[in-house]
């Protein structure tokens, strides 16, 4: 293991070229994270742009983040889980179908270990673009 002195990721080969810095879009975030992570962070991408194409991809505090005249709904990838975040309205909305997750307001947890809840997610942003907007 190599762990880049920059920006502190760790790779298996020494001097792995990789995208060391911070991240502008949503390429450059999901590069930025550890390989075996990048299929589900590209997954929930291709979610959330299904569910309300309209919106605009951008970075916003730091996160992959749909946008569209405000912040809709975010996602990041942590150690442990996926997390999305869709304000804390959202989570009280679907908290009867969250429960199978580890939430808390304004937060989704999915473990990476779990496949990715495709209906619901989906489901979420789009409730997102339709409340939030107005
Ligand atoms: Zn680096």
Redesign the pocket.
């Known amino acids: 293991m190599w762990k ?1 002195p ?4 760790s790779f298996e080969k020494t001097d792995q070229p ?1 995208y ?1 810095g911070k991240p502008s879009t949503i390429d450059e975030y999901i590069e930025g994270q550890d390989e075996a992570l990048r299929p589900r962070l590209k997954e929930v991408r291709q979610i959330i742009k299904e569910a309300i194409p309209q919106a605009q991809e951008k970075i916003s505090w730091s996160m992959p983040t749909y946008w569209k005249g405000k912040n809709l709904i975010h996602f990041a990838a942590s150690k442990k889980h996926l997390g999305i975040y869709p304000g804390g309205e959202a989570t009280t909305v679907f908290a009867e179908e969250l429960k199978a997750y580890d939430t808390s307001k304004g937060t989704i947890r999915i473990p990476w270990k779990e496949p990715l809840p495709r209906d619901l997610i989906g489901k979420i942003a789009l409730w997102c673009y339709e409340t939030y907007q107005s």
């Open positions: 880049c920059k920006c502190g990721r990789h060391c």
